[in-house]
């Protein structure tokens, strides 16, 4: 019994298995790479690269389905640029839809 005894005090309680697991996951959720709060510049950096990021996807998907090629630069253009040619964009292929072309 004494080995059993010893057996059971070395092993960690659930209650710790699950206080380690959370602390872990607040580490974690800290941790910038992971999508955290680094500091506010890298953070505001990281929310406008991919709001960015996502918005050139989605004219670069827009000219892929009018079969054009999407123009040279649209990485260097900032949100409001993007959010207004996006928006052209739209138009000129709800036009095209409507045209039948």
Known sequence: MAADESLGES???????????????????KDFRQGGAGTDDKTKNMVIRREKDELIGKIHAIYG?????????LGSCDIEQLHAHLAKL????????????
């Open 90 to 101: 739209k138009q000129k292929k709800d036009i095209r839809r409507k045209n039948g072309v």
């Open 65 to 73: 389905s009018l079969g054009e090629d999407a123009p040279i630069g």
């Open 11 to 29: 092993e960690p309680s659930l209650e710790a298995k699950r206080n380690a697991a959370a602390a872990a996951a607040e580490r974690r959720s």
